[in-house]
């Protein structure tokens, strides 16, 4: 309580040393007054491999930092991460985290931890709000760089070709963050390429099961297909099994460029099966901690924490594959 509440009379501009003076004795270093910290974290699921490492990272990260963790797995569903989020509040939490599932619909909760005085981290998704510091920090990968970074791979592979190329979308879940963000670095990285064509884009919902159903009626439908944009692991790994089904060879007949990098997608480049990959890394765990201990110690922190990400060939994934840690 007096985490949050020293939380709150920072916010409130009120001078430090005057709040101490008032309680009779300083906090502990890291703002905590019982020494320990309280963090209400809502998950977004279980979706894909990303998430599993993700969870497990913050899950792990809580217990090293000696943070009482109340872990809410939403399982995909935005009404499930808000009444998380408001049984969190009503509990008195000294921190809420949330890897939102989509952008859009949070006003009335984070208003309401706003007005509790409970300070909120985004972690890896971010949200579109109209209140005021509704948040102190968004620690996450930078989606539009990576949807870039894959879009100019694919002008590169292409580069000097002018017959069209015939490119299908796995995209993430509809109005989920890195789904908007990559659709938009891709389609930016590639519009001056003529030659490049999105034939047909539909959501997978992020889950290999998704891919590979979307990636059914794609072949179905196109029969001409010659790369495959998935905006994770788990859809290009459902694309590969419908690939496969459909009599042709991923990585061959039919290219595939995705998003995260965890060891399924890096054995699947490693062996041929994609071409491309670009990290997303899930392992914020430690860096949420770290944002939280200071908040509630009155530390000021960066509104915006960018997780660097790296790009792999094949080659490149070899090479790190022994010692990829997720
Ligand atoms: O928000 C991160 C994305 O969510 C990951 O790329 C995807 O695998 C996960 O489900």
Known sequence: MRKRALFAALSLGVAIATALAACGSGPAPDGAGDGTITMGFSQVGAES???TANTKSVQEAASAAGVDLKFSDANGKQENQISALRSFIQQGVDVLAFSPVV???WD??????????????????????????????????????????????VVEEYAGQAEPVNIVILEGTTGADPAIDRNTGFEEAISASPNLNVIASQTGDF????????????????????LVFAQNDDMGLGAVEAIQAAGKTPGQDIKIVAVDATSDGMRALADGKFNFLVECNPLLGPQLMDLAEKVLAGEPVPARVVVPDETFTTQQAI????NRQY
């Open 49 to 51: 491999g990303w998430r």
């Open 103 to 105: 952008r859009t619909g």
């Open 108 to 153: 009335a909760v984070l208003l309401e931890a706003k007005n509790a005085g409970i300070p909120v981290i985004l972690t890896d998704r971010a949200v579109d709000t109209t209140v005021p510091d509704a948040y102190v920090s968004f620690l996450g990968a930078d989606f539009v760089d990576e949807g870039r970074r894959a879009g100019q791979w």
């Open 207 to 226: 889950t290999r099961s998704g891919g590979k159903q979307v990636m059914e009626a794609f072949l179905k439908a196109h029969p001409d297909i010659d």
């Open 319 to 322: 090479e790190a594959l022994p």
